[in-house]
């Protein structure tokens, strides 16, 4: 079953991201996109190109996810596995440190 995310940037809904049978999806959603004011998520993912495909998770979101001892936590406190990168993102990245949060589009809403 493919997951699918939010992406919040300063605490606006700035896009959906997919996992797909070919990989990743971004995709800004018009409304954010609408104003020139709201910064991309990223230099590697500018508000100037609505969709972005990929084979692998973005690095930009691929980055977010935890590394080293806290990975081991997140991996053996929710049950992933360390290449299920969607997984590890939406279970980890809800409060990110900095503009960027994610969360689970099918069973969370942002506060």
Not at 36 to 50: I, R
Not at 60 to 69: H, S
Request: with cysteine.
């Amino acid at each position: 079953m493919h997951k699918t995310a939010i992406v919040w940037m300063h605490g606006k809904a700035a896009g959906e991201l997919k996992e797909t049978a070919d990989g990743y999806e971004f995709e800004y959603y018009d409304e954010y996109t609408a104003n020139s004011d709201n910064p991309a998520v990223s230099l590697t993912l500018p508000t100037t190109q609505k969709n972005f495909k990929s084979n692998v998770l973005f690095s930009f979101f691929d980055g977010l996810i935890p590394e080293g001892w806290l990975l081991d936590i997140a991996t053996k406190s929710w049950k992933i596995k360390t290449g299920d990168r969607m997984g590890l993102l939406l279970a980890c990245c809800k409060e990110c440190i900095g503009a960027v949060s994610i969360t689970d589009k099918d069973n969370e809403e942002h506060e």
